[in-house]
């Protein structure tokens, strides 16, 4: 039976999931238990259940955690595709921030939980900034899609180079050594133009003069208030 360490303050959701987010940045996502857990808090794994209705719950608080460390934020009178250009960056630094912690949004039993707050926050801010619904929607599948691809081929590449059986990076077939060389700063960001300018071409004719409202810093756009920016911020 696993030593348990004396619980030194009152058991809290908040202490839950900073606790196990530590443990899972350290330890990894696939050797993270809810025994553990116990172990390191002092309490039995049952004592969880108080706070979370399952472990699943718990992880997607997890993940939640780590989407609120990101730049998501709104930025009146901000364009659609500079907000772009600052969020995409932030998801993708901390993938490999926390390269752990990513791994449990491709766990299909806790992902779309823990990621829903996170989802529902971008989909209001673009909508907010005007842009029409159906382009994005189109929008939304070629940015997730090279999200998704680019982030976990990347997290995945730095978590094996990390085991002791990885081989030396000059002995690796070319294939190999392309394809790893393949995910630098300049190709995520040439990503993020080349989708920036297929939206444009996807709404055209629309001039794509999409901005987020100047109330949006108080939690939505006030009276008044439209998706334009002032005049003097007009490009």
């Known amino acids: 039976m696993p030593e348990t360490k004396q619980q030194k303050q009152p058991l809290s959701r908040e202490l839950i999931v900073d606790t196990a987010f530590r443990m899972i940045d350290e330890k ?3 050797a993270f238990t809810m025994r553990a857990l116990g172990a390191e808090l002092g309490v039995s794994a049952m004592a969880f259940y108080a706070h979370f209705s399952s472990r699943e719950e718990m992880l997607a608080a997890v993940c939640s955690k780590f989407m609120d460390t990101l730049d998501t934020d709104p930025i009146p009178g901000e364009r659609w595709d ?7 960056p932030s998801l993708r630094n ?14 299909d039993s806790v992902a779309w939980l823990g990621l ?11 909508l907010s900034q005007g842009m029409p619904e159906d382009i994005f929607r ?3 599948a070629m940015v997730d899609a090279f999200l998704t691809g680019f982030t976990g081929n990347e997290a995945a590449m730095i978590r094996s180079a990390t085991q002791d ?4 990076e000059g002995s690796l077939p070319e294939w190999q050594r392309v394809v790893r060389s393949a995910y630098t700063d ?3 960001v040439n990503g993020i133009e080349i989708i920036i300018e297929g939206v444009k071409s996807i709404a055209a004719p629309d001039p794509c003069e999409w901005y987020t409202p100047l109330g949006a810093a108080d939690g939505g756009a006030g009276q008044g208030d439209t998706g334009e920016p002032p005049a003097s911020e007009a490009r």
């Open 165 to 168: 059986d990885f081989p030396d």
């Open 94 to 107: 901390g993938y490999l921030r926390y390269p752990n912690i990513a791994e449990i949004s491709l766990d």
């Open 138 to 140: 189109k929008a939304w």
């Open 116 to 126: 829903a707050k996170h989802t529902e926050k971008i989909v209001n801010l673009h």
């Open 28 to 30: 990894g996502y696939r």
């Open 82 to 88: 500079d907000t772009l250009r600052r969020t995409m």
């Open 186 to 188: 300049e190709s995520f």
